[in-house]
Structures are given as C-alpha cells and as structure tokens.
C-alpha cells in the first residue's frame, strides 16, 4: 500500500511539474476544491492559500491533505486531481475531488479477555461494529465506519475500561486493522493482557496546607478503602481536592495522585500528595469583547475583586453568572500570572443577541387572519435593563403588552419590574360547548431583592379588570356564573432559585420558582393562588464526549377558594405554554354539564384548581444545519382536577383528576429574533371529543 502511495504520489508531482513548469514562484489567486460538502473547512488543513507563492511541491502537499482528510472520515481510494490555470500574472488551482468509499468494520476481537465482557471493552471505541441505529446520536452508539487515526485512541479507550473495573496491571496491544478492499470492509484485533484486579486498602491526603479540614475532605472523596478501585473516581477525587485548596487561595497548587501496589494480596494504597505553593490575590480583573454591556454591568456579577484572595467557587460562579443574564453567547473566566502571588481575572465576554425586532401578518386554522409586531431588548443601551413592547391582533384575539425590568436598581441588589397590557381572547369549542370571550385590561409592579448568589424574593401587586362577552343568551342561569365580569385586586409574591449555567441553553444546575397570589385586596375575586416551576439540568457531555443535555420539568399549582374563585383565574393545560404538548392550549380541563331545561346537554369548560405536570427531555445539537439549534425529545403527563365547584340537582361537574400524556420532539433555535420552537406532539391518551394539535410554533419562551 505504501508503494502505492509513493507512486501516485511521483506521478502527481510529475504531472503537475509537466503542465505547470511556467509558473513557479507566481502567486496564487484563488484555490478551490471541487467534489466534497465541506471545502471551506478543508482549506485550512492543506497547507497553501491564496497569495502564497506557487511551487509544485505544495501542490502534491496539499493533494496528500486532502487524502489523509478523507481518510479520518473514514473513506479509503480518494484521488485527486489538480488544475493550474494562469489568471493575467497569477495563477488559480483547483482541486478535483473524487471521493473514495467507506470502510466498515466487520468485526472486531478481543483476545486474553476473560474478567471483562468483550461488548464493554468494545461500548465506548469509535471503530467497532455497527448496528441497524448506529447512525442515531446516542441512540444508536455510532460506529460502523473505519477511522484509523482513532485506533490509537481506542487503545487507551480500552486501557480505560480496565482501570475503571481495578484492572491496573492490564496491558493493551497497539490494534491491528485488517482491509478488505475487494469489498471495503476491515476487522480489528487487540490483545489484552488483564492481570489482578485490585482494592484500595487506604486513602491519604499529603500536604500541609493551612486552612484544608483533612479529616472532612477525606470524607468526600469518592474512592474508599475496600473498594475495587476505579480511574474514575480517581479523577473525581483529584478535581474535588483541586476546588477546595483554590477556595483557600491557592491557584496554583499541585495534586498529585502517588499508588503503592501490593501485588500479593492485590491491593493498592492511594496517596494525594498536595503541594499548595503560595497563596495567590487578584492584582486586577480585565474585561474584553464588550462591545455592548457596559464594564459597570458586567462586573456586578464578578465575584472577585482586586486585593481579593483567590477562589476558585467564586471564579467558577462567576462565569455562570454572566452566562445566566442572557447578554452574552460565551464567557471565559481565566486566571493571568502576574507574579508568584498575584494574578489579573481576565474576563472575555461575547455579546449575544439580546433584542429582537419584529412583524408580520398571517392566517392561522385557528385565530384566523393576524398581524402583529413586538420589540424587545434584555439589554437596553448595554445597561442590563430589559424592556418590550408586543402588539398583536387577530379576528379572535389580540394583545397589547408594555412591560420594565430593571434587575439591579442603581447597581444594588434591589430589582424593579411593571408592566401594562390588554388582551383579548375568544375561546371557540365544539356543539356542545359553550364558547365565550374574555377581555382583560390591568397592570403590575413588583420590588425584588437578590439574596445571595442563587435567590432572588419580590413582592408586589395587580389590578385586574376581567370582563366576559359574546357567550350564548340563552344560557342557563346557573351558568351565569361562570360569566360574570370582575375586578381582580392582587397581592403578588415570589421567590426563585437558579444556579444553572446558562440562560438559553443550561447544562447543569436547577431553576425553582414559586409564585404566590392572593386575591382579595379589594375587588371581587377572592382566592389565594401558589404556583411552582421547577426545572433540573445535566449534561453528559464530560461523561460521553457528546453535547447530550438531560432536562426534567415541573409544574405543579394549587388554588385556595377563598369565596369568589373566577374561571379565568382557573388552571386549564394543553400546549407549550400551559403543559402537555399535543393538545390545543386549554383543552385539557374539567367541565360543568347541564342535566335539565332549555341548556340540556350544555358543555361549560370550569377549570381547575390543582395541576400536576411532569415533563421530561433530551437534547443534541443539531450543528450541521445551523449554530445555536438542537432537537429534543421529549414525554409530557399531566393532570388537573376541580374541587372548587360543587354538583347540583340540575348540574354535574368533574371532581375527579383528568389525566393526559404526550411525546414528540421539538426543534428549538436561538434565532437573531429570539428563542423560536417548533413542536412535533403526538397524543398518547387521546379521549373522545380532546382538542389535539401535532404542531405548535413558539416565540420567546424559556421555561
């Protein structure tokens, strides 16, 4: 194969000398590669660009490139042809490209293991057999293609998996990968050699370092003596211990992991030996790349400040910090030596999307003929202050929407929010249910104090003026009830927790939020209302080298009937906004039946007062359409039920819980106008007469 090589590697060079003698040491205008999707990728890597000097030699180079670049894509037999053509006193080059084939691995064998399962060995490789779903993201497990310059990496892979079963004596032999090329397929062997698996008999922390609480620590640390050891609780050892000596201070400290084996009785005795070095102070923090964000926004949330002993909590905090305010795409944290006890914080910021303008007009099966238009900005003048302004209007509904958020009042830790709106919206059901339209015209504002570095508490209040029209004339008096306009007085309370570590797209962290309500501060309303979302985050991608981000979901609410409890203050689900994608937004809810007169039959939807929705999700990027977009998978349950209103002799009302479930995906981008979802549902407990609707398109939401 070599000598095949060398000899198509001679021809070119011939070939290319022969048609382009006369150009050497001409510059190169312009170079463009022909056959494959990912041209502009591939020229960085072929080691010539436009305005170098032509040779030959760079030709042939840059041909080899593109093979080698082939083959770490798993395709074998690629050729290369390049044309030199003269442009006035230059030359431009193209690079055809007929691309090879694929090799897939046929098999792959492991010899001299017998304490692990060839199937874990092979779990975690890139060349290994595929399956029918290897083209699946993580569903699948990938493989299937040959990619040699990862054979290295597989040999550790399984090197890997033997420390992490206690396999410390254990020997892997450099792969060998036998081609078929009458047929592209190929086979991997490794030899193993596993030896003893071993326990850790003890577990020491070496190391003076003023400040650190051994005995504690060595509480927390994950390998335990009696145990089977395992790299990867080692690991986790070694990153605790680096976090707690830098929140005394030291960032450059040394930890280094000594083994003591004991080949008789297969145990191993693990020492951290610690080397603090000197306590190190912040000198300066820098900050770089905002263009937008004022250097007084973005250190509020710095929490480290010159004359400041370093910590390494404080430096990690800071960074989720700034990503949780939604104003930049990245942020990087780093320490600069400025000497042996001092540092500058470097802080590089990049400033993300934060407002968005837009507007338009459609039709819409449901709402008919819309128009509408909205301007918001989460960063008003680069001050941290969000505001937005949405109009829109439909022949069943509109809304009109004024709202102010300032999260740090003159740079304290007290926040101010207010808003306006007016809104209307027509409900339309089947025959035999009633249809009505509701309007509501109000306003709220709330004072807030952060407390700490994760909670945030407000209190505040609402006015509210309901009013219900256009339901039939006909309707029973009883039902009248439900139709009755009101004026809604409210005192309004918070508190929220969130240590995730990114607005957009968290892949760690909690967010919890309760919202209480009471109604009855004057006006006619009178309930009290407690709301709670909760949201849980882990990303796999440190454990599995995959950008996969699990999510679970929560939302549960409940209502206290205090004498007037309005429909339009009840629960209803169905939707992204209200919980159980797949069903049409407020469909899902309890209903009042009429059993006598002229209403006979009558359908009125009630709400509820208790709702319970559990969702859980998974997300992987979908990069190779565009940055900023990823799929996600998802199940929805929920349920609601009525306690308030109460069956009559001419009436029936649902007490009991109601109960739906979903699953779909969704396509979730953070577009220049703003976080856009397009949601895929299917109904898995559909009953008759539910409202469902398989896709659903939202705007704005985050939860």
Same mark, same amino acid.
């Given at each position: 194969?070599?000598?095949?090589?060398?000899?198509?590697?001679?021809?070119?060079?011939?070939?290319?000398?022969?048609?382009?003698?006369?150009?050497?040491?001409?510059?190169?205008?312009?170079?463009?590669?022909?056959?494959?999707?990912?041209?502009?990728?591939?020229?960085?890597?072929?080691?010539? /660009?436009?305005?170098?000097?032509?040779?030959?030699d760079k030709v042939v180079r840059a041909k080899a490139a593109i093979i080698k670049a082939m083959e770490a894509q798993g395709l074998y037999g690629t050729t290369v042809k390049a044309e030199v053509e003269p442009v006035n006193d230059s030359v431009a080059i193209t690079f055809d490209v007929n691309k090879g084939e694929k090799i897939k691995i046929n098999k792959v064998t492991f010899v001299g293991n017998k304490q692990v399962d060839s199937s874990d060995l092979e779990k975690n490789l890139?060349?290994?057999?595929?399956?029918?779903?290897?083209?699946? %993201?993580?569903?699948?497990?990938?493989?299937?293609?040959?990619?040699?310059?990862?054979?290295?990496?597989?040999?550790?892979?399984? $090197?890997?998996?033997?420390?992490? $079963?206690?396999?410390?004596?254990?020997?892997?032999?450099? %792969?060998?990968?036998?081609?078929?090329?009458?047929?592209?397929?190929?086979?991997?062997?490794?030899?193993?050699?596993?030896?003893?698996?071993?326990?850790?008999?003890?577990?020491?922390? =070496?190391?003076?370092?003023?400040?650190?609480?051994?005995?504690?620590?060595?509480?927390?640390?994950?390998? *335990?003596? +009696?145990?089977?050891?395992?790299?990867?609780?080692?690991?986790?050892?070694?990153k605790l211990l680096n976090e707690k000596v830098g929140d005394l201070g030291y960032a450059y400290a040394q930890i280094e992991p000594v083994f003591k084996k004991d080949p008789k009785n297969h145990t191993v005795t693990i020492t951290y030996k610690i080397n603090p070095h000197q306590k190190v102070y912040i000198n300066d923090v820098i900050i770089t790349g905002n263009t937008k964000t004022l250097d007084y926004v973005i250190r509020r949330y710095i929490y480290l400040a010159p004359g400041?002993? !370093?910590?390494?909590?404080?430096?990690?905090?800071? *960074?989720?910090?700034?990503?949780?305010?939604?104003?930049?795409?990245?942020?990087?944290?780093? %320490?600069?030596?400025?000497?042996?006890?001092?540092? #500058?914080?470097?802080?590089?910021? &990049?400033? =993300?999307?934060?407002?968005?303008?837009?507007?338009?007009?459609?039709?819409?099966?449901?709402?008919?003929?819309?128009? #509408? =238009?909205?301007?918001?900005?989460? #960063?008003?003048?680069? &001050?941290?202050?969000?505001?937005?302004?949405?109009?829109?209007?439909?022949? *069943?509904?509109?809304? !009109?929407?004024?709202?102010?958020?300032?999260?740090?009042?003159?740079?304290?830790?007290?926040?101010?929010?207010? +808003?306006?709106?007016?809104?209307?919206? @027509?409900?339309?059901?089947?025959?035999n249910t009633e249809d009505y339209t509701v309007d509501r015209t109000g306003g709220w504002f709330s004072l807030g104090r952060k407390i700490g570095r994760h909670m945030h508490a407000s209190l505040g209040y609402s006015y509210t003026d309901v009013n219900y029209h256009d339901y039939s004339k006909n309707v029973a008096s009883e039902y009248s009830k439900f139709y009755e306009s009101y004026k809604k007085s409210s005192i309004l309370g918070s508190f929220t927790f969130d240590n995730t570590?990114?607005?957009?797209?968290?892949?760690?962290?909690?967010?919890?939020?309760?919202?209480?309500?009471? =109604?009855?501060?004057?006006?006619?309303?009178?309930?009290?209302?407690?709301?709670? @979302?909760?949201?849980?985050?882990?990303?796999?991608?440190?454990?599995?080298?995959?950008?996969?981000?699990?999510?679970?979901?929560?939302?549960?609410?409940?209502?206290?009937?205090?004498?007037? &409890? %309005?429909?339009?203050?009840?629960?209803?689900?169905?939707?992204?906004?209200?919980?159980?994608?797949?069903?049409?937004?407020?469909?899902?809810?309890?209903?009042?039946?009429?059993?006598?007169?002229?209403?006979?039959?009558?359908?009125?939807?009630?709400?509820?007062?208790?709702?319970?929705?559990?969702?859980?999700?998974?997300?992987?990027?979908?990069?190779?359409? &565009?940055?900023?977009?990823?799929?996600?998978?998802?199940?929805?349950?929920?349920?609601?039920?009525?306690?308030?209103? /109460?069956?009559?002799?001419? !009436?029936?009302?649902?007490?009991?819980?109601?109960?739906?479930?979903?699953?779909?995906?969704?396509?979730?981008?953070?577009?220049?106008?703003?976080?856009?979802?397009?949601?895929?549902?299917?109904?898995?407990?559909? /009953?008759?007469?539910?409202?469902?609707?398989?896709?659903?398109?939202?705007?704005?939401?985050?939860?």
């Amino acid at each position: 194969m070599l000598k095949k090589l060398l000899l198509a590697l001679f021809l070119s060079l011939t070939v290319v000398t022969l048609n382009a003698a006369n150009f050497s040491g001409k510059p190169i205008t312009n170079i463009e590669i022909k056959g494959i999707d990912d041209a502009e990728k591939l020229m960085e890597h072929l080691g010539i /660009k436009k305005g170098d000097r032509y040779s030959p030699d760079k030709v042939v180079r840059a041909k080899a490139a593109i093979i080698k670049a082939m083959e770490a894509q798993g395709l074998y037999g690629t050729t290369v042809k390049a044309e030199v053509e003269p442009v006035n006193d230059s030359v431009a080059i193209t690079f055809d490209v007929n691309k090879g084939e694929k090799i897939k691995i046929n098999k792959v064998t492991f010899v001299g293991n017998k304490q692990v399962d060839s199937s874990d060995l092979e779990k975690n490789l890139v060349n290994k057999e595929g399956s029918w779903f290897s083209w699946i %993201p993580i569903i699948g497990g990938g493989g299937g293609t040959a990619m040699p310059e990862q054979l290295p990496y597989d040999q550790m892979r399984i $090197r890997e998996a033997y420390l992490e $079963r206690g396999y410390l004596d254990a020997k892997v032999s450099e %792969p060998l990968m036998k081609i078929d090329f009458s047929n592209y397929k190929a086979d991997v062997t490794y030899v193993v050699q596993e030896g003893e698996q071993y326990k850790v008999s003890s577990v020491k922390i =070496a190391g003076k370092v003023p400040g650190l609480d051994v005995q504690k620590l060595q509480e927390e640390l994950h390998l *335990k003596p +009696g145990k089977v050891f395992d790299v990867k609780r080692l690991r986790r050892d070694l990153k605790l211990l680096n976090e707690k000596v830098g929140d005394l201070g030291y960032a450059y400290a040394q930890i280094e992991p000594v083994f003591k084996k004991d080949p008789k009785n297969h145990t191993v005795t693990i020492t951290y030996k610690i080397n603090p070095h000197q306590k190190v102070y912040i000198n300066d923090v820098i900050i770089t790349g905002n263009t937008k964000t004022l250097d007084y926004v973005i250190r509020r949330y710095i929490y480290l400040a010159p004359g400041d002993l !370093y910590n390494y909590t404080d430096l990690q905090d800071t *960074k989720k910090e700034l990503q949780r305010t939604g104003f930049f795409d990245k942020v990087v944290v780093k %320490p600069q030596r400025v000497s042996e006890d001092k540092i #500058n914080l470097v802080v590089e910021v &990049t400033e =993300a999307q934060t407002g968005s303008l837009s507007g338009g007009f459609g039709y819409g099966s449901y709402d008919g003929f819309m128009i #509408n =238009a909205s301007v918001s900005e989460r #960063n008003l003048f680069g &001050t941290g202050i969000a505001g937005s302004l949405t109009l829109d209007y439909g022949q *069943k509904s509109h809304n !009109y929407a004024l709202s102010f958020t300032d999260p740090r009042v003159f740079n304290t830790l007290f926040s101010l929010s207010m +808003g306006i709106y007016d809104s209307r919206q @027509k409900y339309e059901y089947d025959d035999n249910t009633e249809d009505y339209t509701v309007d509501r015209t109000g306003g709220w504002f709330s004072l807030g104090r952060k407390i700490g570095r994760h909670m945030h508490a407000s209190l505040g209040y609402s006015y509210t003026d309901v009013n219900y029209h256009d339901y039939s004339k006909n309707v029973a008096s009883e039902y009248s009830k439900f139709y009755e306009s009101y004026k809604k007085s409210s005192i309004l309370g918070s508190f929220t927790f969130d240590n995730t570590d990114d607005y957009y797209v968290p892949r760690e962290g909690f967010f919890s939020k309760i919202n209480l309500e009471y =109604a009855g501060a004057g006006g006619d309303a009178e309930f009290w209302k407690a709301d709670w @979302k909760f949201a849980a985050f882990y990303g796999l991608e440190d454990m599995i080298d995959y950008d996969l981000i699990l999510r679970y979901k929560l939302h549960a609410g409940y209502i206290g009937d205090q004498g007037n &409890t %309005p429909v339009a203050e009840r629960y209803t689900l169905g939707g992204s906004r209200d919980g159980v994608r797949g069903y049409a937004a407020g469909s899902i809810a309890p209903r009042a039946i009429s059993d006598s007169g002229t209403s006979n039959g009558e359908i009125v939807i009630i709400g509820g007062d208790q709702v319970f929705v559990n969702s859980i999700e998974a997300s992987i990027p979908l990069d190779m359409i &565009t940055s900023g977009m990823r799929l996600t998978g998802f199940v929805d349950y929920g349920m609601i039920r009525n306690t308030i209103t /109460k069956s009559s002799q001419d !009436y029936r009302y649902q007490d009991d819980w109601i109960d739906r479930a979903s699953a779909g995906a969704q396509i979730e981008w953070k577009s220049p106008f703003g976080p856009i979802n397009l949601v895929f549902a299917y109904p898995i407990n559909k /009953k008759d007469g539910d409202d469902t609707s398989v896709f659903e398109f939202t705007m704005g939401s985050k939860f």
